[in-house]
């Protein structure tokens, strides 16, 4: 598990990126780093979806493709990644995984 200034300084450069996501909506919002076509992505969402069933989390799916080549580099082979605004799951996960975000 990551500490908090890693995650604040990883979110910090993804808005770098994407400006457009420095919004207060999206502060408290975790985040689904993946890329169209990666399956693993689409069930990675889908165990969000179900986890928002029995606790109310608000998303925002962030297309790697969108950042810049660096950034996008380091995440190409790790994806999915949920980002918490404390914490990082790398993906295999679950939905009881997720359930430990909130802790």
């Not at 207060?24 to 986890?51: M, P, S, Y």
Request: charged share 20%.
């Amino acid at each position: 598990m990551y500490d908090d200034s890693h995650i604040k300084n990883l979110r910090a450069r993804i808005i770098g990126t994407n400006p457009n996501l420095d919004t207060v909506e999206n502060r408290d919002k975790w985040w689904l780093l993946g890329t169209a076509g990666c399956h693993l992505c689409d069930i990675a969402e889908q165990q969000l979806i179900q986890f928002q069933a029995v606790q109310p989390i608000d998303y925002h799916y962030i297309d790697i493709a969108d950042f810049d080549e660096t950034l996008m580099l380091e995440f190409a082979t790790t994806i999915p990644i949920i980002l918490t605004p404390s914490k990082q799951l790398n993906y295999p996960f679950s939905v009881l995984d997720l359930q430990q975000l909130i802790v």
